[in-house]
């Protein structure tokens, strides 16, 4: 008897864990094309998660529409958008960079985005297409360590690639930060001079994990410099500075390859059954709320919509001198692949 | 040793057929697990001799070989002497508080590597390449080689030693040629699970900015999804593990190592280490646990307390927790009833059918679990599409990662239950099915819990297979550790850690004392 109310009791913790793990992710797992609640969409996120979920409780709190995240990284969840072709789960796709929303663009996937959302984001912040839009900028930059590079900044990205840069700067290759980096100088300055400068990043660079990692050594004095993005360094000012104290910040300007500033992308699936809930979301993010968000919030990303300026503490995006590049061009496949030949993935 | 065969002589006569339902779902079960496998086989001719070449022989291949076949070369025999000298010394040694040891030595596997890296790299902020892979993966590891090792020792008959040493053999080589031999099948299962985990590692060599296969595999999959690279840098992971698994059944060898014949083995006499050695002992053992438990342990309290009560979110800490526990549980559960119909035909009708089956499992589920979910993405996304992103895919995966931690205990408790007491009950009147359920499930049950209890702390240290396969909106333990983790928010992260361990822990003093009933088999 002993023994029965053993197994009775095995079988109905078993079937207890079956449906919890069901009921926690019922609500996004299942095909997602048809089923799933009528007020309740799903990102693919790509952005920061914590930017993200900021903008998904204020909307949610606006709009009574439930958001459900899926986190990833710009390239992959832009390929595996690719890959579920029109049977995909998604929505919303949102990404860091805009690398990622030409090549699902270039799949036909994204519906058109409203006029009125268009309207809320001047031209130079969106593709001319209209299939997305520009969410937040960001700028390239190279951050330094204030003890060990006094007064010799690169003038140039290019610079990187000297052999006098061997082992005296640092870069997250594998990020999707740094590869529309990468497809911006592409763009800018051709397929051979980007081979080039990558062979000569591989004999030069030690590589990190995350933009933040990157700024994490350079400030431990690991290494004297590195290629990232603006907010990192902003960001850890604004809590303890604990990663950043000894870290300052080179704007390349001139409009050179290291000026870039990338624009983060949002889009809406047309293979998604809430059209509408969706269009709301990409409003709502590029509108005004959605704009103060990084305007005051923490991400310290840069404002592009909607005439709400950026965080006062950002050097102005007009100051940037960003060299002019059309975000519809930037291509991630052929960035992949160069990188991969270069040994650098 | 004394010939004989007890195993033929406990067999029935007259051999019942196998029951076709349970050789069909035993075959099912193993044609499943060969999906990860034929995956990486079809896209690699799918790919095309010049591309493939094209990816396989390149600079940045020949880079991740050496530093993935140097990781293993170097920390296999560190584990290897490591683990060993442990077990002998709690085991074989009057080292003060031997029994106090002898649990301490299996902790470290209650702590992910990853979080040890963590907790390393909050120590030293420069430790990193094959140095700091090396002593993270040993600190990790080293349990896989002690624990058997120690089991091993405590059964060992002290008689073999005796008449050695009887013959004028000094203590050294009493060791080295009459002990050490015995150890080799602990040895050689250790070495094969350490070099084997080695491969499968990922979070923990990323914080230390060490390149291995599954690293690098990642890295491709978050920068193409699911590209060739990736398929072509799997490809060779598989060839390195499936060269691991021949390299170990060479050095297993076919000699017989098990005591044959009745009575059981004596404890050995420990060995007094008198007052010179037992504070170097003392002073090994110590550090050795400082620095594999008290590292981390030390440095998420540290993080803790840094963060203070604001790093307890505690909707996010509970939810992660609950899914945790489920998909541990459901993987457990899952894992245990599909390796059922295998260790049964193993047991009750052994053989060359059985020994196929086997095989095959194991040969599958040495894969890493990258590879294992890349196969399992692309699958459901193109022939199943109803289960893509679903629960089911996930607990799959983890079947097919786990299996053998289930099969390997079911098998030793079902020979525990010997058939000669199903038929008693048979013929006191039990159908077939109910004495089935009443004597051999009863005797089989602490075993199986043993293999669920193995399975479900690998569900909770998982991270790659669980990243990957996991539907929307999930967020395991390991998830928001590597999320918090990786945006350099270790504060954050630290809750995540102290779960994690404690959570592991239960379930490692399971693995301990289950150990050693599953040693003499």
């Known amino acids: 008897m002993r023994m029965r109310i053993g197994l009775m009791s095995g079988v109905a913790l078993a079937t207890a864990a ?3 793990v069901a009921g926690c992710s019922d609500s996004g797992s299942d095909n997602g094309t048809d089923s799933g609640a009528a007020n309740q969409i799903t990102v693919y996120n790509a952005q920061h998660e914590s930017l993200t979920q900021e903008w998904a409780d204020a909307f949610t709190a606006e709009t009574g529409i ?133 062979a000569g990043m591989k004999e030069n660079v030690r590589t990190y994990k995350g933009n933040g990692t990157v700024m994490k050594a350079v400030n431990a004095g690991e290494i004297p410099g590195g290629v ?36 983060s992308g949002g889009g ?30 923490t991400s310290f990303e840069y404002t592009v919509g909607s005439g709400v300026p ?27 692949e160069l990188m991969t030949e270069a040994g650098l993935l | 040793m004394r010939s004989g065969d007890a195993a033929t002589a406990r067999r029935p006569t007259a051999r019942p057929h196998l029951p076709f339902p349970l050789a069909v779902a035993a075959v099912i079960v193993v044609a499943a697990s060969f999906i990860p496998l034929g995956y990486v086989m079809v896209q690699s001719i799918a790919t095309g001799w010049d591309t493939a070449s094209a990816l396989l022989f390149r600079p940045r291949v020949r880079e991740l070989l050496s530093n993935t076949v140097l990781l293993v070369v170097v920390t296999v025999p560190i584990c290897v002497v490591l683990g060993v000298l442990a077990a002998w010394l709690v085991e ?82 009493v060791f080295f040629r009459v002990v050490v031999p015995q150890l080799r099948l602990a ?14 590692e990922y979070g923990a060599f990323v914080f230390i900015r060490f390149d ?31 060269t691991l698994l021949v390299i170990e059944s060479v050095v297993r060898g076919s000699a017989r190592y098990a005591r044959i014949g009745s009575g059981a083995a004596r404890r050995a006499v420990p060995a007094e280490l008198g007052w010179r050695y037992s504070p170097i002992v003392l002073l090994f053992l110590g550090v050795l646990i400082a620095a594999s438990v008290g590292v981390p342990v030390v440095s998420v309290v540290r993080w803790l307390v840094i963060g203070g009560s604001a790093v307890w979110e505690w909707d996010a800490v509970a939810s992660a927790l609950v899914q945790t526990l489920g998909f541990g549980i459901a993987g457990a559960v899952v894992t245990c009833v599909v390796a059922f119909p295998i260790a049964w035909i193993s047991i009750r009708h052994p053989g060359r059918f059985s020994r196929f089956l086997e095989g095959g499992t194991y040969i599958s589920s040495s894969l890493p679990g990258i590879v294992v979910a890349l196969a399992l993405v692309t699958v459901s996304i193109r022939y199943l599409h109803p289960l893509y992103q679903s629960v089911a895919v996930v607990i799959a995966g983890y079947a097919l990662l786990f299996l053998p931690r289930a099969l390997v205990n079911l098998r030793a408790g079902l020979a525990q239950a010997p058939v000669g007491l199903e038929e008693a009950a048979q013929s006191l009147g039990l159908s077939p099915l109910s004495a089935f359920v009443r004597v051999t499930l009863r005797l089989a049950a602490p075993a199986t819990a043993a293999g669920g209890a193995l399975v479900f702390l690998g569900i909770v240290n998982e991270l790659t297979a669980t990243l990957l396969l996991a539907p929307t909106g999930t967020r395991t333990l390991s998830m928001q550790f590597w999320s918090l983790s990786s945006e350099i928010d270790y504060a954050g992260a630290a809750p995540y850690a102290l779960i994690m361990i404690v959570l592991s822990l239960p379930m490692t003093y399971v693995l301990f004392s289950q150990s050693k009933k599953v040693a003499g088999l």
Not at chain 1, 245 to 261: I, S, T
Not at chain 1, 280 to 288: N, R, W
Not at chain 2, 111 to 136: C, D
Request: aromatic share 8%; charged share 15%.
């Open chain 1, 66 to 198: 439930e958001v459900e995240l899926r986190n990833g990284s710009d390239t992959e969840l832009g390929n595996q958008l690719v890959a579920e072709g029109d049977q995909s789960p998604a929505d919303v796709f949102l990404t860091e960079n805009s690398p990622a929303m030409t090549l699902v663009e270039n799949a036909g996937l994204f519906a058109d985005v409203h006029r009125d959302v268009l309207d809320q984001v001047p031209g130079q912040y969106r593709p001319s297409s209209g299939k997305w839009t520009g969410i937040a900028a960001r700028s390239t930059v190279f951050a330094y360590n204030k003890d060990m590079l006094p007064d010799q900044l690169p003038k140039s990205l290019l610079d990187l690639q000297d052999p006098a840069w061997k082992d005296r700067w640092a870069a997250s290759p594998s990020g999707a930060d740094f590869q529309a980096i990468v497809s911006a100088l592409l763009e800018l300055k051709g397929e051979d001079a980007t081979r080039q400068w990558l």
């Open chain 1, 268 to 297: 809406v699936l047309q293979s998604s059954t809430k059209q509408d809930a969706a269009q709301q979301f990409l409003k709502f993010v590029t509108g005004q709320k959605g704009q103060e968000v990084l305007q005051t919030g």
């Open chain 2, 92 to 173: 074989r040694t009057r080292v003060p508080g031997a029994k106090v040891w002898a649990v301490l030595l299996a902790v470290p596997l209650a702590v992910p590597a990853f979080v040890n890296s963590y907790s390393w790299v909050t120590a030293i902020p420069s430790l990193g390449g094959l140095r700091g892979g090396v002593l993270i993966a040993t600190l990790s590891y080293f349990p896989l080689v002690y624990i058997p090792a120690a089991a091993t020792l405590r059964r060992l008959d002290p008689a073999v030693e005796e008449s050695a040493r009887a013959l004028g053999v000094g203590p050294w080589a």
């Open chain 1, 228 to 263: 990232i993005y603006h907010y990192y360094w902003f960001g850890d000012q604004a809590k303890t500075g604990e990663n950043s104290n000894n870290v300052a910040l080179h704007y390349f300007k001139n409009e050179d390859p290291g000026a870039f500033v990338s624009v």
């Open chain 1, 310 to 336: 950026a965080n006062p503490k950002l050097v102005p995006l007009a100051e940037l001198q960003a060299p002019q590049v059309d975000p519809a061009k930037l291509n991630s496949p052929q960035v992949t």
């Open chain 1, 18 to 20: 079956v449906l919890t």
């Open chain 2, 187 to 200: 040895i050689a299962g250790g070495a094969l699970l350490v070099s084997l985990h080695l491969l499968a």
């Open chain 2, 212 to 242: 291995t296969f599954t690293t690098a595999i990642f890295e491709q999959y978050q920068s193409t999804f699911n590209g060739t690279a990736a398929t072509m840098l799997a490809g060779v992971l598989v060839l390195l593990c499936l």
